[in-house]
């Protein structure tokens, strides 16, 4: 019975949580670290886990994801190790025209940087929604905030984004056009 339970939420909350956890560290490796330390948890309390009504139960896993995300930023020397593996990671690269890989990983790497460039709270919800596939609604819940904000808060991070790729132009290049026209 336990183990059928913690098989459940596993299947049913892994995704979610280890966009959430990528989304405040930036590292593929540090959230799946932080997503076992999440479900090892979750199993040495699954007792807790049975008296939890269900539609409460990702609320809970959240919490736990946030003291964890917590606390490995209090240890600034994961925070090192973890730019360093971004930077690291792409090193590895060395098949197909040299230049066309520089430019894309040039291009990522800017990606990389506006992302961790994004406040937290906007970084993490766009992680949710892109790598976890959570939709307003779900990250809502999880959060314990309306989706209209979560809705709000992710139309920021996005605009955020694409100004800072330059896909966009900022407000301040926009009223130096009108003055000029």
Not at 18 to 28: E, M
Not at 71 to 91: G, P, V
Not at 92 to 100: H, K, N, P, Q, R
Request: charged letters at 25%; a positive charge.
């Amino acid at each position: 019975m336990k183990q059928q339970l913690f098989h459940t939420m596993y299947c049913g909350y892994a995704n979610q949580v280890y966009a959430y956890l990528l989304g405040r560290t930036s590292s593929k490796s540090e959230a799946e670290d932080l997503l076992h330390d999440v479900f090892l948890r979750i199993w040495n309390r699954i007792e807790t886990v049975e008296r939890i009504p269900e539609d409460q139960r990702l609320y809970w896993i959240f919490s736990i994801a946030a003291n964890r995300a917590k606390d490995y930023y209090r240890n600034s020397a994961s925070r090192k190790k973890m730019e360093s593996r971004i930077q690291s990671e792409y090193q590895g690269i060395s098949t197909g025209d040299l230049s066309s890989l520089l430019a894309v990983r040039e291009q990522v790497d800017e990606l990389e940087t506006a992302i961790r460039g994004l406040p937290e709270e906007l970084r993490y919800m766009l992680t949710m929604k892109a790598v976890g596939g959570m939709n307003s609604n779900e990250i809502g819940a999880a959060l314990g905030m309306p989706a209209g904000t979560v809705r709000y808060k992710l139309s920021q991070a996005r605009g955020l984004l694409a100004r800072r790729l330059g896909l966009l132009e900022s407000e301040d290049t926009l009223g130096r056009r009108a003055t000029r026209e």
